[in-house]
């Protein structure tokens, strides 16, 4: 028997994406938001690299999972708006089957790698305010790379049993999603086979990505909380509390965009406000991270005045 590959099987070779074309008015102004945006997220991110990279107080487990989330959330946006730029202004808004399907793949694993970095920040925050004199020896440098190399691993490789069942699914028409980038539920719908395994295979991983590092989560600050209400006030409790208050934010930030963007909208909800909200974890999250951390942290202050305060060589 004779089995035919995929690019054989596919009667669609690209899709349109497309993107805000009910409120066509307001491109320009879209346009140059979003532009904005993808700026600030990109440099800010980039400068949270930059200064962990180049300072060396800041060499710890807490700034290098930083550093590994920041570099996430640049390829994170880099991922899905340059070409939601492109499609707004263009009058040819296809993407090719396997750039969409590429897109989804590194938008799903880099989402689901997000969860459990976060998951392990968490950790190494339990393990800091409620074992402070064990912590040094706990979580050590290659403890560190294991944890974040597994994250990323772990999570890419779970995503690609998705996106090798999503490639075998032949697409008939029509070829539009009308969304701004290529997400699952769109491109599923597209499909002219049954699609009940790839939903389920899914569902599963999606799930198991998502929902296990978020119990992981509010177990360990469930333990900081009791352990940040032992201390007596005055004694440190502010600074035990300040420590770990950005990473908080930053979870209560993600995985309420996720719950605001798959569980609230209703079948009855129109399309614009389901893109409305998946703009909130494909942009304001990334771009709200390096806000949080600079504003909340006094290492990233201190550093930031390090760097500002030296003159170049000519001036000295």
């Known amino acids: 028997m004779v089995t035919l590959s995929w690019e054989n099987q596919s009667t669609i070779t690209e899709f349109v994406l497309r993107g805000f074309s009910s409120i066509r008015h307001l491109n320009i102004f879209l346009f140059m938001m ?9 440099s ?38 340059p070409k939601m730029l492109l499609i707004i202004l263009a009058e040819q808004k296809t993407i090719s089957v396997a750039g969409c399907l590429a897109q989804f793949y590194f938008f799903g694993s880099l989402a689901a790698t997000e969860c459990l970095l976060l998951a392990v920040m968490s950790y190494d925050r339990y393990l800091a305010i409620c074992q402070p004199l064990h912590y040094p020896f706990l979580m050590t ?24 069942l999503l490639s075998r699914q032949t697409f008939c028409g029509p070829n539009e999603i009308d969304h701004f980038f290529c997400d699952f539920t769109p491109l599923v719908h597209l499909s ?12 599963a991983t ?45 979870v209560t930030m993600f995985y309420g965009t996720l719950i605001a963007t798959y569980l609230v909208p209703s079948a009855n909800s129109s399309q614009l406000l389901r893109k409305g909200s998946s703009l909130l974890y494909t942009i304001l999250t990334p771009m709200f991270n390096p806000i949080i951390y600079s504003l909340r942290n006094r290492d990233i202050h201190e550093a930031l005045k390090k760097c500002f305060s030296k003159k170049p060589g000519f001036l000295r």
Request: aromatic content about 12%; overall charge neutral; glycine content about 4%.
């Open 141 to 164: 440098g290659p403890l560190c790379i294991r944890l974040a190399a597994s994250s990323w691993l772990c999570c890419f490789l779970l995503t690609a049993i998705t996106m090798v």
């Open 206 to 250: 999606s799930s198991a990505v998502t929902l296990v590092p978020f119990l992981l989560i509010t177990a360990s600050y469930s333990c900081i909380l009791a352990a940040i209400l032992r201390i007596p006030p005055g004694t440190g409790r502010q600074k035990a509390f300040s420590t770990c208050s950005s990473h908080l934010t930053m």
């Open 44 to 81: 800010g991110n980039l400068l949270i690299v930059l200064l962990v990279l180049f300072n060396h107080h800041l060499h710890t487990p807490m700034y290098f999972f930083l550093v590994n989330l920041s570099f996430l959330e640049i390829w994170y946006t880099t991922n899905i708006v």
């Open 192 to 203: 002219c086979m049954d699609t009940s395994l790839t939903e389920t295979i899914a569902y």
């Open 34 to 42: 979003f532009l904005v945006f993808y700026i600030l997220i990109v």
